[in-house]
């Protein structure tokens, strides 16, 4: 079984900082790793997937993240967001061992961006 | 594009009745999934199936069930709803045959039970 854990319920963030949302996990097996954006009153989306190769992963509207696997997390990155960013943003793990068909999510990160 | 769909966005029923939530994909995907929503937990996966008539018990199906007779459609059924089944339930789906595959996600349901 695995679990997922996102140390932030809520990232308050002005425009054109940069912001890191957190995001670590636990498994006895190996993962695939995924961050889904979901804005306001909609379903949710891709942003980006970790499958395999380089640990840098970047995804859309310039969002990237980094797989650490001895620190066990995949944080999320963007340089400068803007106020359209603001969404919340979940991570989510899938195991090898299925083919990745079935994810387990962590509680979600608010991003509220500010003018 | 891929288009999956709810049939509703918003649902009001009473504590014992029967709900039929329903989802319809366009893509010809073999999995789709039914996941509730709630503030601080995330999604939590209520049942998933990989093909018509198939179907796996996900980490919280206690309370619900779920038809696939088509494979464009995915139904859950709450047998006699309970105050603790409010809640957002969403809907997705995904290829079989591609590893750890983007699963594409309906806009949701807001189902509160009274």
């Known amino acids: 079984a695995q679990s997922v854990t996102q140390l932030d319920s809520q990232v308050p963030v002005f425009e054109e900082a940069p912001v890191e949302l957190r995001c670590n996990y636990s498994s006895s097996v190996s993962v695939y790793l995924f961050w889904y954006v979901q804005y306001p009153n909609q379903g949710l989306q891709l942003l980006l997937k970790?499958?395999?190769?380089?640990?840098l992963v970047k995804g859309i509207n310039g969002f990237e993240a980094e797989f650490n696997k001895s620190q066990t997390s995949f944080h999320l990155r963007k340089p400068s967001v803007h106020i359209s960013d603001t969404a919340e943003y979940f991570c989510?793990?899938?195991?090898?061992?299925?083919?990745?068909?079935?994810?387990?999510f962590g509680g979600g990160t608010r991003l509220m961006v500010k003018p | 594009d891929v288009k999956v769909t709810q049939s509703s966005r918003y649902l009001v029923k009473r504590t014992g009745e029967k709900v039929f939530l329903e989802c319809v994909q366009d893509m010809d995907h073999e999995n789709m999934f039914w996941y509730r929503q709630d503030p601080g937990l995330g999604l939590r996966l209520i049942y998933f199936?990989?093909?018509?008539?198939?179907?796996e018990k996900g980490d919280i199906p206690e309370g619900y069930s779920v038809s696939r007779e088509k494979k464009e459609r995915f139904s859950l059924i709450l047998e006699s709803a309970s105050t603790n089944q409010t809640s957002m339930y969403l809907c997705?789906?995904?290829?079989?045959?591609?590893?750890?595959?983007?699963?594409?996600f309906g806009p949701g349901t807001r189902l509160t039970v009274l």
């Open positions: 970790y499958l395999s190769g380089s640990t």
């Open positions: 199936s990989y093909d018509v008539k198939m179907k």
């Open positions: 989510a793990v899938s195991d090898r061992n299925n083919a990745g068909n079935m994810l387990t």
């Open positions: 997705a789906s995904s290829f079989a045959g591609i590893v750890a595959d983007t699963q594409y």
